[in-house]
Structure formats: C-alpha cells, structure tokens
Antibody, heavy 124, light 110 residues
Framework: QVTLKESGPALLKPTQTLVLTCTFS??????????VSWFRQPPGKSLEWLAH???????FYTTSLKTRLTVSQDTSKNLVFLTMSNMDPVDTATYYC????????????????WGQGILVTVSS | QSVLTQPPSASGTPGQRVTISCSGT????????VTWYHQLPGTAPKLLMY???QRPSGVPDRFTGSKSGTEASLAISGLQSEDEADYYC???????????FGGGTKVTVL
C-alpha cells in the first residue's frame, strides 16, 4: 500500500526557512522511473508545482522559485525533503507531496498517490 | 493567472453530460500529454485521467479525456452528485521546463 505524508511547521514568520518532510511507504525512490514531487495550493486557488526529485537523484524546480527551493532525499529512510527559504505571507498554502510511478515516467504530470497535505501559514 | 485556461465553473443536472476545456499553447498542451485531477474540498487532488485519455483503475468510464492541438477536454457523462468537485488539468511546458496547472473548474450538480 502506497502512502505519503507531509510534515513540518504549521506556522512560520516572514524571512524564515521552511523545511518539509515527505514520509512515504509502499514504494522505493531507488526504483527506476519513480518520481516524488512537491506542490502547493494557496487557500481557494489552483495547484502549483514546486519541484521534483527522480529515482536517479535528478532534480527539477519551478523557474519562478528556483533560487529559494531545494529538494533532497534520504533513500534509506524513505524521506523526501523540501526547503524553501525566505518565506513570505504569499507562500501561505497547503503543501503536498505526490508520487509518479514508472508507468507514468513519460508523462511528467501524472501523480497517482498524494499526501494529505500540510497547511503552512506565514505570518508575523 | 494560469497559463492553462479552464472555465471557472460548469454545471449540470443529474444524468447530463458536462465538458470541461483546458486551453494551452504549442509549448505545453500542443506538445505534451494532459493529465486531469479532481479535488473535493479539504482533500488532496486525485488522479482522474493521464496520457490525455487513459483512466486509472477505479475511475468510471463516465469520464472521458481527449486532446486536439492545443486544447484538451474532460467530459463527464451521466453526471452524479458525487462528481461535484474542482477539476484541474495539468501538463508539462517545454519553454518553462515545468509542470503547469489550469486554474480549475468547479463542477456543480444542480
């Protein structure tokens, strides 16, 4: 059974750095073709892709936030991390991690399992 | 403002057919496959359609995806109350080198 779950702080102050952890089970990020991605969704708005990390440790970032984002993994512990620096109130959103299996590797946008999401609020 | 354009809302009565469009450009919809998600309030998105027209296991065949040129569509036939949700299209953009989502369409069952 595939599961993912996000964890991290619920509240941050402006300029602080956000560190989120995606704890997953039921699959391995070492398996060829697997990808784990991060997304966010501000309240009442659409989804935004942030970054992804591939089975071979390739990493991709959304252009608009590239200088603030870092994605990494701890394969042995089934963890993927997202770091976002210099947080601002406009970064208030629910943050999700999701998996793309090998069968979808050519799609780049198909994610079959998602975490429940974590609401991160940035406020002074 | 999303690069992929979706109508903000769509509605129908039970049993009717509803179609949602997703309009893009040659660098995204026109050259990559489209994925559709639906999302109930307070929950994570759920995969509804991948590779333009492929349904994951468990998605009823009332849902049909298609793509022509720079426009993709999701059709829901035999509309049911449980179909009330927000629907998002997504695709890769070759110019931005990233994933794009549409602005979302809220489907209401009257």
């Amino acid at each position: 059974q595939v599961t993912l779950k996000e964890s991290g702080p619920a509240l941050l102050k402006p300029t602080q750095t956000l560190v989120l952890t995606c704890t997953f089970s039921g699959f391995s990020l070492s398996t060829s073709g697997v990808r784990v991605s991060w997304f966010r969704q501000p309240p009442g708005k659409s989804l935004e892709w942030l970054a992804h990390i591939d089975w071979d440790d390739d990493k991709f970032y959304t252009t608009s936030l590239k200088t603030r984002l870092t994605v990494s993994q701890d394969t042995s512990k089934n963890l993927v991390f997202l770091t976002m620096s210099n947080m601002d109130p406009v970064d208030t959103a629910t943050y999700y991690c999701a998996r793309s299996p090998p069968a979808f590797s050519t799609s780049l946008t198909s994610f079959d399992y998602w975490g429940q999401g974590i609401l991160v609020t940035v406020s002074s | 403002q999303s690069v992929l354009t979706q109508p903000p809302s769509a509605s129908g009565t039970p049993g009717q057919r509803v179609t949602i469009s997703c309009s893009g450009t040659s660098s995204n919809v026109g050259s990559n496959t489209v994925t559709w998600y639906h999302q109930l309030p307070g929950t994570a998105p759920k995969l509804l359609m991948y590779f333009n027209d492929q349904r994951p296991s468990g998605v009823p065949d009332r849902f049909t995806g298609s793509k022509s040129g720079t426009e993709a569509s999701l059709a829901i036939s035999g509309l049911q109350s449980e179909d009330e949700a927000d629907y998002y299209c997504a695709t890769w953009d070759d110019s931005l080198n990233g994933v794009l989502f549409g602005g979302g369409t809220k489907v209401t069952v009257l």
